[in-house]
C-alpha cells in the first residue's frame, strides 16, 4: 500500500534516510557525513506536515520505503515559462527488500500524483556513480535535463 506518511511512520523513515546517508557517504564522502541523516526527528515531524513537501511511504506490515518530494512552482518569471514541478528530493526501497519492484510502485504512484495535481514534470538528482539509481531512474522513462559539474580544488 502507498499512502502519505504519518508522524507514526517517522522511526522508519530516520532508519531508510540512515540508508540513504550510507550509499551518499560510499560514493562521495568528501561531500556526505558517515551515520547521519538529513533531517532530525524534529524536522521530519515538520515536514510530515508541509502540504507543498508531500512525503509517501510504501507500507506492506512495515515502511518499506519512501519518496520525499517538493511542488515547485515558477510563475511570471522572465525567462521561464510558467510550470509546475514534482520534484523527488529523496527515494529510497529499504536493502532487505529490494528487487520485489516497490521502487517501481512507488515512483508511478508519485509520477500519478504529480499528473493529478496539474505537474508538468517529475524532477530529481542522482550522484554520479549512483549506477543502480541512474539505471532505475532510465528505465521509469526519466532522461537528463541538465547536466551539474564540478572541478575539486583540493
Request: a negative charge; proline letters at 1%; aromatic letters at 8%.
Amino acid at each position: 500500500m502507498i499512502r502519505k506518511a504519518e508522524h507514526r511512520d517517522i522511526g522508519r523513515l530516520m532508519e531508510l534516510l540512515r540508508q540513504v546517508g550510507g550509499v551518499h557517504n560510499g560514493i562521495r564522502p568528501d561531500l556526505f557525513k558517515g551515520n547521519v541523516t538529513k533531517y532530525d526527528e524534529a524536522e521530519l515531524a515538520g515536514l510530515l506536515d508541509d502540504e507543498s513537501k508531500p512525503v509517501f511511504v510504501y507500507e506492506d506490515g512495515e515502511v518499506m520505503a519512501h519518496a520525499f518530494c517538493q511542488i515547485n512552482e515558477t510563475k511570471d518569471h522572465r525567462l521561464l515559462q510558467d510550470v509546475k514541478t514534482l520534484y523527488i528530493d529523496d527515494i529510497c526501497v529499504d536493502e532487505a527488500a529490494r528487487g520485489r519492484h516497490i521502487g517501481r510502485a512507488l515512483y508511478e504512484y508519485v509520477r500519478d500524483y504529480a499528473r493529478s495535481i496539474g505537474c508538468y514534470n517529475v524532477t530529481l538528482n542522482v550522484w554520479e556513480g549512483n549506477d543502480a539509481a541512474l539505471q532505475f531512474y532510465k528505465s521509469m522513462g526519466m532522461k537528463v535535463q541538465k547536466t551539474g559539474m564540478e572541478m575539486i580544488l583540493n
